[in-house]
Each structure stands twice: as structure tokens, then as C-alpha cells.
């Protein structure tokens, strides 16, 4: 089956506003998204990164580098200070390229972001 490109959603939440906890949950969030994908990091295209604006000690970029991000194109932004929405939250979309079908990728929400998508197996 030929590959194509597909988009995967992924975010985590942190309890602290600290490059040590930021890095380590972003980590933590890129290597569930690519296990539970069966991707290797030469498969991801791109990511763009949000964070809430209670985030500001580190860019999650950053944190993706640690652990081999470093070819991968990465861009940062602020998420949408919408009242009432999840704090202290890094989201993440991968542009990835795979032969898997749309239906059987998984996007990977962890900590206190598993309740932004409860409709997600």
C-alpha cells in the first residue's frame, strides 16, 4: 500500500510551568504518538506545537529536540485564550508520513488532556 501524509493530534498537560516538567511531558507525548502509531521518527513530516499562555518557561520545540526532533521542521504558537478552556496544556499536530488508513490512527491525549477528546478510542 502506498503512503501518504496524515495528520495526528496529541496534547498534555503539566502541573508546573517548568522547562524540567515541560520537556518531560512533551517527550513523554511525542514518543506515545509515534509507539502507539508504529511510526519512527523519520516518518514525521512536521509538528506545530501550541501552548496555553500560562506556558512560558520553554518552547516545546525545544523539548521535541531532545529526544531526535531536530530535522523535523517544528513551529510554536499560543493557543487561544478561550474562558473556560484547559490550563497549563501543550497540544501538538504531526504531519506524518504512513501507509496506515485515517481510521486506524491513533492521536494521544494524556494527564489532564484526556478529557478534551473523550470521543477518542
Same mark, same amino acid.
Given at each position: 500500500?502506498?503512503?501518504?501524509?496524515? +495528520?495526528?493530534?496529541? +496534547?498534555?498537560?503539566?502541573?508546573? *510551568?517548568?522547562?524540567?516538567?515541560?520537556?518531560?511531558?512533551?517527550?513523554?507525548?511525542?514518543?506515545?504518538?509515534?509507539?502507539?502509531?508504529?511510526?519512527?521518527? *523519520?516518518?514525521?513530516?512536521s509538528a506545530i506545537f501550541t501552548a496555553t499562555p500560562d506556558l512560558v518557561s520553554i518552547f516545546p520545540a525545544t523539548a521535541a529536540r531532545g529526544i531526535g526532533f531536530g530535522a523535523v521542521?517544528?513551529?510554536? +504558537?499560543?493557543?487561544?485564550?478561550?474562558?473556560?478552556?484547559? +490550563?497549563?496544556?501543550?497540544?501538538?499536530?504531526?504531519?506524518?508520513d504512513t501507509a496506515r488508513p485515517a481510521s486506524e490512527l491513533r492521536h494521544v491525549y494524556l494527564h489532564d488532556a484526556r478529557d478534551l477528546r473523550d470521543d477518542l478510542p
Open positions: 500500500m502506498p503512503s501518504t501524509v496524515r +495528520a495526528l493530534r496529541g +496534547a498534555t498537560t503539566v502541573d508546573h *510551568d517548568s522547562p524540567g516538567e515541560i520537556t518531560e511531558r512533551v517527550q513523554e507525548l511525542l514518543s506515545a504518538v509515534l509507539e502507539r502509531n508504529g511510526l519512527r521518527l *523519520d516518518d514525521v513530516i521542521p517544528l513551529l510554536c +504558537a499560543s493557543e487561544i485564550p478561550v474562558t473556560g478552556s484547559k +490550563a497549563r496544556c501543550v497540544r501538538v499536530l504531526l504531519h506524518v
